[in-house]
């Protein structure tokens, strides 16, 4: 590296995206275009049902309402950067709003992590204490369980960030990605990062792991639960247990790929990183809620009072 580059500190990134291949581009506009558009459809028309109609106003909804959120805050970090990119010759951004970028997409995906952890309690109450469920499950503890979510989340960002920004960034600036994030942006760092990056892949590939474990540990004993005491709706329940755990799979081990290795270049990682930026948060609104007939009968007498109202 020359002296000019050693003493030149980086100002921005340059993304080189999904694909130079620009037909392709446009067809993967189209397809993430709807997929974002219906991750917020989705999750909107959950979280205003279950805010307007009281009878949704309880433990399982509030957390759903909570997952619902999440979602839709996680999707506009990344997918935004995504679309635009498809339709750009040259994608960049600041040093600043990459790192905030890095911020936020840790802070939130770390969040949504350890709620689903919460979310996987919530069912395994329901199921092992139905009779006591309202008073286990009551809004304190529904309220506590999504503040220790964002405080998880919000000490493992802080924990990525600190660790990234100790290093100089003067010299190479582009990154084969369509977002920034921390295995990419940390290779281009003007310094060793061998330590670091073990700190790192420890604070966020094990962290994933060990939470990964308990929630297929927690969905095993809640279907073993099901298959061996519930009779009333055992099929819709084994089934609607069967699909979060491919959603669960979906978020995980793609992440686990990412950061629970060493930070080298793979062929899959952009494959990998598409899976767990922008599927599930789709996915979640109609595997935990959309299918659930309580829900749908909620966002029927919506539409009912909508078109009321209109008349009027």
Known sequence: MDQQNLTTTVTEFIFLGLTQN??????????????????????????????????LHTPMYFLLANLAFMDVSDSSVNAPNLLSGLLSLRKTVSFNECILQMFF?????????????????????????PLRYLIIMNRDVCVGLVAMAWVGGLAHSAVQMGLLLQFPFCGPNVLDNFYCDVPQVIKLACADTHVVELQLVFNGGALLIILFISLLIS????LIKIRTHVTEGKHKALSTCGTQIIVVCILFVPSIFIYARPFKKYTLDKVASVFFTVIPQMLNPMIYTLRNAEMKKAIRRQMRRIQCSRQK
Request: aromatic letters at 26%.
């Open 22 to 55: 620009h037909q392709l581009k446009y067809f993967l506009f189209f397809f993430f275009f709807i997929i974002y558009m219906t991750t917020w459809l989705g999750n909107f028309t959950i979280i205003i049902t279950v805010i307007a109609d009281h009878r």
């Open 105 to 129: 997409f840790h802070f939130i995906g770390g969040a949504m992590a350890f709620f689903l952890v919460g979310m996987a309690i919530d069912r395994y109450v329901a199921i092992y204490k």
């Open 219 to 222: 969905y095993t004993i809640i």
